[in-house]
């Protein structure tokens, strides 16, 4: 394979940048750092910042440019959008396009009704959707999720639990599974719904409630969402009933791609650099410890070869091949990066600095460094399992073995 982008794909890349050098600009607040959402995820300050960038996007028609003709996008090239999202994660802006995993699943299972409804907000960033996959007794098991939908006339009638929504107290629609046939074996019995969690007015329907679920920092991250006879009317059904399973795994996989990663942390690690250059830490430049220089250097090395496992991603997907292990190995390189060496190690070179959190005065980069240290070991679990699934792919698909 070739691992340089074309001549056409680097211009566009420096396009890309001057545009993001013009019309981003993250206001101190500590957008999109890292793959789930930030700290300032809930501020309406940053939310409004986040929002002004992506019409920009919209309006300069690079906001659905992976979006098939058909339904109103660019249909650009796989190598293009590699480049767009690389130089977004890069400078740390807004992700540039639709949330992918839903998107994905209503294009391939969702009816004319459900595209003409949803497709053309998306596309203009105006709705927000949270997942409803995980239960309490449902999570790298998910299929033995327990929500009860039955059929009433025009709707279905949903009642039982979920948890770890992601932000779903700011969520506009709601992508649930449920069980419609309690008798089926456990994946055949699943439907697929599209529920509205607030009105214009922002009241939640009837019968639903979300409890706020904390991460270790004291952040509303998650909900706990409580369904006790919620109507969902019929027409927003995705896919077909009692096979929502399928329906839903084209959601996961579009959740499990994700080639920006690498890039996300080297403009990370460039702008830590950046700040070693011109702080001293305790009177002493920390850039002078051969010991850091070493770790760096090393940390850099692992990084670039994440980027190539990306990338390696990246032009097999051009080359209309499907990157099943490869993406595995990607994505988990990327994950174990995370959570083992990039956070820990920029934590540590700064010391004591390295645990303060947001809001800290001290906090270099408003602890960026902190927080994201002790939020990187959820890495891996979101996305349905991903800590197990990455090596089971590798291990039956890339190397054959069996189950
Ligand atoms: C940041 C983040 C965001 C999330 N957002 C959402 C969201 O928006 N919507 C949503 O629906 N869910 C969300 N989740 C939930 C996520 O999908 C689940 O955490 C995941 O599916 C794992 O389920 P669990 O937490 O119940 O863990 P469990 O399935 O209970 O697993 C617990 C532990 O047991 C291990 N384990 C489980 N089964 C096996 C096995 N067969 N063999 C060996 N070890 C095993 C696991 O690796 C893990 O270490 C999110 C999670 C995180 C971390």
Redesign the pocket.
């Given at each position: 394979m070739d691992f340089k982008s074309s001549k056409e794909d680097e211009e566009f890349r420096l396009e890309v940048r001057q545009f993001i050098q013009d019309n981003w600009d993250p206001k101190g607040f500590l957008g999109h750092e890292m793959a789930?959402r930030s700290w300032d995820f809930d501020n309406p300050l940053s939310r409004e910042n986040d929002k002004e960038f992506t019409k920009k996007l919209v309006d300069q028609g690079w906001y659905t440019m992976s979006w098939p003709k058909e339904y109103g996008g660019g249909d650009y090239p796989l190598s293009k959008q590699f480049v767009y999202t690389e130089e977004l994660a890069y400078a740390g802006a807004p992700g540039g396009s639709p949330a992918s995993n839903i998107t994905g699943a209503i294009m391939m299972h969702g009816s004319d009704e459900a595209k003409k409804t949803f497709l053309p907000k998306m596309a203009a960033g105006d709705i927000e959707w949270?997942?409803?996959?995980?239960e309490?007794n449902?999570?790298?098991?998910?299929a033995s999720l327990q929500t009860r939908a039955v059929e009433d006339g025009d709707d279905y009638v949903v009642t039982g639990q979920?948890?770890?929504?992601?932000?779903?107290q700011l969520g506009d629609w709601y992508h649930v599974l449920v069980r419609t046939d309690p008798d089926a074996p456990k994946h055949r019995g699943i439907t697929y719904l599209m529920m509205n969690l607030k009105d214009e007015a922002g009241e939640r329907p009837e019968g639903l409630t979300l409890r706020p679920l904390y991460d270790m920092m004291g952040r509303w991250?998650?909900c706990e969402v409580f369904m006790d006879e919620v109507r969902v009317p019929k027409k927003y059904v995705l896919g077909e009933v009692n096979r929502g399973w399928y329906a839903a795994m084209t959601t996961l996989n579009f959740e499990r791609t994700g080639t920006e990663g690498p890039v996300r942390h080297i403009g990370i690690l460039d702008r830590f650099l950046d700040m070693l250059k011109t702080t001293k830490f305790n009177g002493e430049s920390l850039l002078e410890d051969p010991l850091v220089k070493h770790k760096i250097a090393d940390l850099r090395i692992r990084l670039e070869a994440d980027r190539m496992l990306a990338v390696r991603v990246a032009w097999m997907q051009a080359q209309g091949e499907v990157p099943q292990s490869e993406g595995a190995i990607s994505g988990l390189a990327n994950q174990i990066t995370a959570k083992l060496h990039f956070w820990p190690l920029l934590a540590k070179i700064l010391q004591d600095y390295g645990i303060l959190n947001v809001g800290e005065e001290r906090a270099p980069h408003n602890g960026l460094y902190g927080g994201y240290n002790a939020i990187s070991l959820?890495?891996g679990?979101?996305?349905?399992?991903g800590?197990?699934l990455g090596p089971s792919i590798i291990a039956q698909r890339g190397l054959g073995l069996p189950r």
């Open positions: 789930v949270a997942q409803g996959f995980s309490p449902a999570g790298t098991d998910l979920k948890i770890w929504s992601s932000a779903a991250r998650w959820s890495q679990f979101g996305g349905g399992g800590i197990l």
